[in-house]
């Protein structure tokens, strides 16, 4: 054979080096000691099978994009699949809180989605918000878990904050040289947010604030840099609660353990205590007593991108599951021609579209500032994390023994997904939302 | 300096290809299109020349159907200044785009033709070489590197990736180069030059007002699959091996 033709031979492999070497340009670019290499198991194998078949899924909704949330959700995808997905599993199984791939996610724009151009925001819709997080989180739910977090906090910044406060916190946070972290919870107020007990009380002749109490299960807690702290200034309820920035390095704030945690791995939780933090006045954000419903106007936000997170992880698991059935054989047949698989695969993907349907429409009921976007928010958070968390648990079912293997990827995604009917208000508080706005628009 | 790239909107290169049953091309309806990667590549070269101050202009120009313009804004999202559609429903052969290319070159000026060095539909390989050979231009292909000198003006240093290894040449402006995988890794548009993007002009041009007509030299007969992998032989000797190797299997 001649060298000629054995080189030529050779370039026609350009499509697998392709592959290869697309994977992971910002890990790359961002390198240091620290970061994991690609693992180069069996999941990797389901990934890039599972990113073929989605590029085929993609057709579902593309009628009702406009051509711009199209290129967003293409970008997010391409990142999701080369920054996310190679990694995403040693990143969980070393628990490694991936700080420089957030950093090149927000160099792309995803710091801050819904933050005024001025402070290196993105200046997006929800409806264009929903899109970019279900794509990020088809490669990597956890990682894009925190990243809504953090565009959260941004949002509140940008809606509630002093053009002060604005230019000074979100230059930082949209880059994401600078990590927020949202503190409601305390460990004797979860659903009960409003009977919260952290205290922010002036003392005779000065006008700072002194912050005492403990936040308990803070995404980002012990690494974020500013902390969005809700506390009491007034009389107990909702109505006297305010919002305030607290910095990593004010004395007083320390954090608990590291929580160790079914999912969400990738992502340092924390408790988050305040011994008397002396913060000055200009760090509150909004008006006095303005703070809880700040934190619950945020939420509505954060319910639409936990959804989107649940989606994205649905629709990768599905697709891997599908490409699974298609290759298994038992009893002489791929388990997919078999009809009770069939017929479990069209509920699932009926679900995902369900979902979908849904937080799309929360989104643009939000975008609207409709009276109903609350209520909204609340039915796509609660249908969507259900859903989607059936979808994920029964296409590692669809896998057989294999799905509980780390090797088949699926596992992961229903670990991560599990939370997610939990946080940012539980599904059944968020019934209590959905009835309370019906009984509402009744009287 | 003005530097034109060319790009082609191509079946994304993750997607599992199927042959159309009447083998007469391959699938694509509903299949996920995405730009060339070499053209990616290309495109990502003339950015860094512009950013490095040796261009002033990228210019990004496709052809073909309506969707083209779904490439040529992911390229103005990428970074491109402006974008040129050359619009047409017929089949385009790499002779007919280097024809197309001349043309376009000739009224646009460019220093540098910039192209990806083939497409993955087709792997043809040919375009940029037609080109320069149309236009009288010299031409470095499978560049892995290129370099401009502040000094050196009027020319650019190509390293290219040939069978015996690596050639470097330079080539007198104005000149064409196509582009290897190894030269660069193609950067993200981000989400706010997507937006930005919606802003710069893609001017729709037809073949004719080019002055080239379209021909069909190329006909194609039939697509197929490649033939299916065979279960393998043990052979009894060595002389079977030869055998084998010589009348079944052709290779010596």
Redesign the interface.
Known sequence: ?S??RA??IFR?S??G???R?HQG?AH?LFSSSESPSASASASTHTT?NA??AN??S??WDEHRLS??QL??R??AS??AQRELMPFAAEWDERKYFPVEVLRSAA????GG?FCG?DVGG???TRADGVV?FEALAYGDVSATAFLTIHNMCAAIIENYGTEEQRQLLLPGLTSMEVLASYCLTEPSSGSDAASLQTTAHQEEGSTDYILNGEKAFISGGGVSDIYLVMARTGDPGPKGISCFFVEKDTQGLSFGRQEAKLGWRNQPTASVILENVRIPERNMIGREGQGFSIAMAALDGGRINIASCSIGGAQFCLDAAQEYVSSRKQFGKAIIDFQNTQFKLADMLTSVQASRSLVANAATALDSKSPWATASAAMAKRFATDACYNVCNDALQLHGGYGYLKDYTVERYVRDLRVHTILEGTNEIMRMVISRHMTKSQS | MKIMVAVKRVI?????IRVKPDKSGVETA???MSMN?FCEIALEEALRLREAGHASEVLVVSMGGAQCS?TL??AL?MGADRAIHVSTSHSLFPLTVAKLLQALATSEKPNILLLGKQA?DD?ANQTGQMVAGLLQWPQGTFASKVQMDKEAVGSVTVEREV?GGLETVKLQLPAVITTD??LN?PR?????N??KA?KKTITQITPEQLGVQITSDLEILEVFEPPKRKAGVIVASVDELLDKLKNEAH?I
């Open positions: 054979m060298t000629a080189l030529r026609r350009d499509a080096l392709l592959k070497l340009a790359r890039i990113a073929a590029s085929k993609r057709t051509s711009d290129q967003f293409d970008l391409e990142f160099k792309l724009g995803f989605v151009h993105s200046q997006l970019i | 994304d290169y993750a997607v599992k509903n299949v996920k990667p779904d804004r992911t999202a993955i792997d069978d995988l190894r890794q993200y548009a981000s989400l706010p997507i937006m919606k290779v």
